[in-house]
């Protein structure tokens, strides 16, 4: 299958800073990106949908403003996470697709630690 | 709205033993249904997947058959290996390619040889 590298893994950083973390897909184009997250013993769960040159689209509940997405190539969408509190700790992970009826291909995924 | 529930792990189960993960999901109309594994430091990777009543995805020795009537898509493998020590995750999804998924809470599978 496709690859989608995500990165960094594992980022620790302190209260108040932002973090930025990148998924690439590395061999083909991504029109449509997706990021979830996942607290402890409980589902991922969708935060937003990103499509290449547009704005991303937020699932009820997820603050824009707080978790920026940005998805300005077919190979990459970043998602940043801005004057990071402890609350946001959480496993961060992104999925690519090449089109509306392909699967989506799953990144690693990244752990945050706020402190 | 749409969510899916599934056995809390960790299942520690010996080399060659039965695996059942139960996974059952609510959600109105016919969703596509999923299984997804993780393994150590690696992305989600699909499974299988079944996207209507009756169907079942089968996939290196795994099998689900999407139950309807039982609103349950309960993964099974008939003998274990080391190798699938993984986390496995159930999801649906409005769309048949499994996106803007709905994912259950991940069960961790230890196989011991």
């Known amino acids: 299958g496709a690859v989608v590298s995500q990165h960094p893994s594992r980022v620790i950083c302190k209260s108040g800073t932002s973090v930025k973390i990148e998924c690439r897909s590395l061999?083909?184009?991504?029109?449509?990106m997706f990021w979830y997250r996942q607290f402890p013993k409980q589902s991922l769960m969708l935060m937003a949908t990103?499509?290449?040159?547009?704005?991303?689209?937020?699932e009820q509940g997820v603050e824009k403003d707080k978790f920026l997405i940005n998805h300005a190539s077919l190979t990459l969408s970043t998602l940043t996470v801005t004057s990071a509190h402890p609350e946001d700790s959480s496993f961060y992970i992104c999925?690519?697709?090449?089109?509306?009826?392909?699967?989506?291909?799953f990144g690693q995924g990244t752990r945050l630690t706020v402190v | 709205g749409d969510s899916v529930t599934q056995m809390e792990g960790p299942v520690t189960l010996s080399e060659e033993a039965f695996l059942t993960i139960n996974c059952t999901y609510t959600?109105?109309?016919?969703?596509?249904l999923f299984w997804y594994v993780q393994y150590p430091g690696e992305g989600l990777q699909l499974l299988l997947k079944?996207?209507?009543?009756?169907d079942k995805g089968s996939n290196k020795g795994f099998e689900a058959t999407y139950r309807k009537e039982t609103t349950s898509f309960h993964l099974e493998k008939g003998s274990v290996q080391v190798s699938d020590s993984a986390v496995y995750f159930c999801?649906?999804?409005?769309?048949?390619?499994?996106?803007?998924?709905?994912f259950g809470g991940g069960t961790r599978l230890m196989v011991k040889p």
């Open positions: 999925s690519a697709r090449s089109g509306s009826q392909t699967e989506a291909f």
């Open positions: 061999d083909f184009q991504a029109t449509t």
């Open positions: 990103s499509n290449e040159g547009s704005k991303a689209t937020y």
């Open positions: 959600a109105t109309g016919y969703p596509s």
């Open positions: 079944a996207t209507k009543a009756d």
């Open positions: 999801a649906l999804s409005r769309n048949n390619a499994g996106n803007m998924l709905t």
